[in-house]
């Protein structure tokens, strides 16, 4: 089942702070984090497995509620090169990372100067 | 340099045709998957194959066929069966659980 992901877009000033919001219904094993430039292959970011253990990646950190479900993506102070869709790509049941991930519908992130 | 090579970049096809598109890794991942995206639809998995000579079909395999006979190679064609075929594909590989690695993808058009 497809996860939820808000907002679907955020228009930032340069230096601002975001937040990305993905939820399922089912159980999650891990959420995967991917950025993606106009017309290009999406990028990795993060991934977090079940255990609610939050990672960081220079200024672009997120976390996993394994309770709610939920995972969020934090921007802060954020750069012109953060513009792009963000999409969380989740796994469900044991892991293992056979079956592929299930995308969400994306994140619009537009920065200006 | 390690990674995965999707060809062709572009490509146009006519209503009624077959068309294959290439991916090629050699990372030396188990794990492939083709994955189909449309304008605010996010990805949608084809799709996925964990071994050679092995593969399941994932959310939308209807209208499309791979093959897997070498472990650097997962081949889809898109196939006259498919409705709407015109859509951005994005091949990826893995080990399992990891990160994707994405190829750059083919932007099929029917005419």
């Known amino acids: 089942q497809q996860p939820v992901q808000s907002p679907q877009a955020v228009i930032l000033r340069e230096g601002e702070d975001a937040v990305i919001n993905c939820s399922s219904s089912k159980a999650l094993y891990s959420v995967h984090w991917y950025r993606q430039k106009h017309g290009e292959a999406p990028v990795f970011l993060m991934i977090l497995l079940k255990g609610g253990e939050q990672k960081g990646h220079e200024k672009i950190s997120a976390s996993f509620n394994e309770k709610k479900q939920q995972s969020s993506l934090y921007l802060t102070a954020s750069q012109l090169s953060y513009s792009g869709t963000y999409f969380c790509?989740?796994?469900?049941?044991?892991?293992?990372?056979?079956?592929?991930?299930?995308f969400g519908k994306g994140t619009h992130l537009i920065i200006q100067p | 340099d390690g990674g995965i090579t999707q060809s062709p970049k572009y490509l146009f096809r006519k209503e009624g045709q077959n068309v294959t598109l290439s991916c090629e890794q050699n990372l030396n991942h188990d794990a492939m998957y083709w994955y189909r995206q449309d304008p605010g639809q996010g990805l949608r998995l084809i799709y996925y194959s964990q071994i050679v000579n092995d593969f399941q079909k994932g959310d939308i395999a209807e209208g499309y066929s791979v093959s897997r006979e070498k472990k650097e190679s997962f081949p889809l064609t898109v196939t006259s069966a498919q409705k709407n075929p015109t859509a951005f594909y994005l091949c990826?590989?893995?080990?399992?659980?990891?990160?994707?690695?994405f190829g750059e993808g083919s932007r099929l058009t029917v005419l």
């Open positions: 990826a590989s893995n080990w399992r659980p990891g990160e994707l690695f």
């Open positions: 790509g989740t796994e469900m049941g044991s892991g293992g990372g056979a079956d592929g991930l299930t």
